[in-house]
Nanobody
């Protein structure tokens, strides 16, 4: 099982980007999915997450600007980022946790994507 993130780039303040993260491999079930970010010299922080039933949670500073969603049929989580600010500049990482079966034996996993860079200029 692996996660592949895409959609990062460079935009001016006020612009928008849409990040995507696809889970591939032998996946039986995906539970929580989310996005974290890490700016230079700072700790990684949770930006948004979404449960399997669609319950969402956001970092206060992105509420009203970012929207997390998921397509369970495509094993994909998205992060729509609008009204971007220079302080949103960071490497964004997706994560997911779930279950896979091998020879009938369930195995839980929690994995991270490789990160996609977002740069917002003023």
């Amino acid at each position: 099982v692996q996660l592949q993130a895409s959609g990062g780039g460079s935009v001016q303040a006020g612009g928008s980007l849409r990040l995507s993260c696809v889970v591939s491999g032998s996946v039986s079930r995906i539970d929580g999915m989310g996005w974290h970010r890490q700016a230079p010299g700072k700790e990684r922080e949770l930006v948004a997450d979404i449960s399997s039933s669609g319950i969402t949670n956001y970092l206060d500073s992105v509420k009203g600007r970012f929207t997390i969603s998921r397509d369970n049929a495509k094993f994909t989580v998205y992060l729509q980022m609008n009204s971007l600010k220079p302080e949103d500049t960071a490497v964004y990482y997706c994560n997911a946790d779930g279950i896979s079966y091998r020879d009938g034996v369930p195995s839980a996993w929690r994995l991270w994507g490789q990160g996609t860079e977002v740069t917002v200029s003023s």
